[in-house]
């Protein structure tokens, strides 16, 4: 047996370790950590998203619907493309909300929506829909409550309210508009028999 059988198996595991070491070496090489999550990046993003916020009756009272949602973990904020908020509550007209743009905050406590905001409680027996329009106005689902400091223009019936900013509260019924506040109030049209 000559000197370089002898040495065949010594060799061929030094090839090996040789390779293995290259190959790991590599690899660390062509590796990039991932970005670092940071209020710039979203850690997901969701085409035509859908959100339910549940009552403690254990049903759905506000669906929260999207054309795109960016989400950012830091902050728990969730950036919405043409956002729509339905609010249903038992024993309440059913509130809709539409805008261009808007912010969901932890979870959807509150919703800030900006751009062509029109929000619509659905008409009852006793009153007519209710009609508001602003470019910016914050919705606290939980609460049955929206509110804004920008100029508001409300249509119920034959009635426009207008001025520069609301506080309303769907629960109790209550509607305050404030400063500059003008109203006009149209007679009802008389029914015929």
């Known amino acids: 047996m000559g000197p370089l059988v002898r040495y065949l198996p010594l060799t061929i595991a030094a090839l090996l370790a040789l390779g293995t070491w290259w190959l790991a070496d590599q690899q660390r090489r062509s590796y990039e950590p991932p970005a670092a999550v940071s209020p710039a990046n979203p850690d997901f993003i969701v085409e035509y998203a859908n959100m339910s916020r549940i009552g403690m009756n254990g049903t759905a009272e506000t669906l929260i619907s999207s054309d795109r949602l960016v989400h950012y973990t830091q902050n728990d904020r969730s950036v919405l493309t043409n956002?729509?908020?339905?609010?249903?509550?038992?024993?309440?007209?059913?509130?809709?909300?539409?805008?261009?743009?808007?912010?969901?905050l932890r979870q959807a406590?509150?919703?800030?929506l900006t751009g062509d905001v029109r929000m619509t409680r659905a008409a009852t027996p006793e009153t007519p829909p209710l009609e508001i329009r602003t470019e910016r106005l914050t919705v606290r689902p939980d609460d049955d409550q929206a509110f804004t400091d920008a100029p508001v223009r409300i249509d119920q019936g034959h009635s426009v309210?207008?001025?520069?900013g609301m506080d309303f509260n769907n629960s109790y019924r209550t509607l305050e508009v404030r400063d500059r506040v003008r109203a006009s109030f149209l007679p009802r049209a008389k029914e015929t028999p």
């Open 109 to 112: 406590e509150e919703v800030q």
């Open 161 to 164: 309210l207008t001025g520069d």
């Open 83 to 104: 956002p729509r908020v339905l609010q249903t509550r038992t024993n309440e007209p059913p509130i809709t909300i539409t805008a261009d743009s808007g912010v969901s």
